[in-house]
Nanobody, 123 residues
Framework: QVQLVESGGGSVQAGGSLRVSCTAS?????MGWFRQAPGKEREGVAV???????MYAESVKGRFTISRDNAKNTLYLQMNSLKPEDTAMYYC????????????????????WGQGTQVTVSS
């Protein structure tokens, strides 16, 4: 069992930056970020594997950067040029296998989830 604990959410004005972190209680191969706004489905934001291969949602490419410190079992999401539509609860997720890289956006493929951290972007 791997536990995930997020931190670093908050409120910021549009155009600002935030970094969220997720610390895992142990090693796991894939780690990623999802977000869910009120009334919307949970959507994949970004994921990376142990070898730092990354995948991003089109809506965040060029603005968000996912990274990982394997020695600390910690995942980061640096969010720049934030927009009001980025407002959501951000969840850390982890999986041993995605079975197919196209599955990275599917919440059901992940084995473990954090409790979420709120990110609010005001206009």
């Amino acid at each position: 069992q791997v536990q995930l604990v997020e931190s670093g959410g908050g409120s910021v004005q549009a155009g600002g930056s935030l970094r969220v972190s997720c610390t895992a209680s142990g090693y796991i191969y894939y780690m990623g970020w999802f977000r869910q706004a009120p009334g919307k489905e949970r959507e994949g934001v970004a994921v990376l594997d142990h070898n730092d291969r990354t995948m991003y949602a089109e809506s965040v490419k060029g603005r968000f950067t996912i990274s990982r410190d394997n020695a600390k079992n910690t995942l980061y999401l640096q969010m720049n040029s934030l927009k009001p539509e980025d407002t959501a609860m951000y969840y850390c997720a982890a999986a041993w296998s995605l079975k197919n890289s196209d599955n990275w956006r599917r919440p059901g493929i992940y084995d473990y989830w954090g409790q979420g951290t709120q990110v609010t972007v005001s206009s």
